[in-house]
């Protein structure tokens, strides 16, 4: 089975523009996760999203939105980018059955600078 | 919210030692607790994960205990390769499904397994 895909890899930005960023989740899942990781918060919950419906948000920024398709990709968008927003943005996929214990396999990420 | 504390941050040991890596949680709902391996330019890797209702878990060269009295858990990686060197993250999360779950991670252990 292939793995989590995440588009585009890098990414280079500068202050005051917007970003999106893709997500294709291992096939069969229907939860996708977004993670932000920085040397200096670690890893941290975006927003999860599961039969394109946020079932979770975590305390960024409404400058931080997502959406999911029926066909479980999902997107998410930054506008107004800030110095800080650089970043690894990661994906998670999760299968999210009958089981409330639902593994999360994360993709390799986008590096996103913001100049 | 749920606090996930991890410590070591660096640990190195000699190949075939063994490397404990210990995480502490706040919240007492918590359920699920996963550790994921992150090597550089890559997305983080589940490794091993144990759920409430379990005390201890072994995959292995590899065992997670739970403590959740004291709200503790471990990770135990025992004859350490040079290929284990990479970063281990713990993670907390209280899993529901109905309202979603987001995962709660620690820090980071940079460990390091010299020949």
């Known amino acids: 089975k292939a793995g989590v895909t995440q588009t585009p890899r890098y990414l280079i930005k500068t202050r005051g523009q917007q970003v999106t960023l893709s997500c294709s989740p291992i096939?069969?899942?229907?939860?996708v996760s977004w993670y932000q990781q920085t040397p200096g918060q670690g890893l941290q919950f975006l927003f999860e999203?599961?039969?394109?419906?946020?079932?979770n948000k975590g305390n960024f920024p409404g400058r931080f939105s997502g959406r999911q398709f029926s066909n479980s990709r999902s997107e998410m968008n930054v506008s107004t980018l800030e110095l800080g927003d650089s970043a690894l943005y990661l994906c998670a996929s999760s299968p999210r059955g009958v089981s409330s214990y639902n593994e999360q396999f994360f993709g390799p990420g986008t590096r996103l600078t913001v100049l | 919210g749920e606090n996930v504390e991890q410590h070591p941050s660096t640990l190195s040991v000699q190949e075939g030692d063994s490397a404990v890596i210990k995480c502490t949680y706040s919240?007492?709902?918590?359920?699920?607790f996963p550790w994921y391996k992150q090597e550089l330019g890559k997305g983080p890797q589940l490794i091993i994960d144990i759920r409430s209702n379990v005390g201890e878990k072994k995959d292995q060269r590899i065992a997670v205990t739970l403590n959740k009295t004291a709200k503790h858990f471990s990770l135990h990686i025992t004859e350490t390769q040079p290929e284990d060197s990479a970063v281990y993250f713990c993670a907390a999360s209280i899993a529901n499904s109905n309202s979603g779950y987001a995962l709660n991670f620690g820090k980071g252990t940079s460990l390091l397994v010299t020949p």
């Open positions: 919240d007492s709902a918590s359920n699920y």
């Open positions: 999203y599961f039969s394109e419906t946020q079932r």
């Open positions: 096939s069969g899942h229907r939860s």
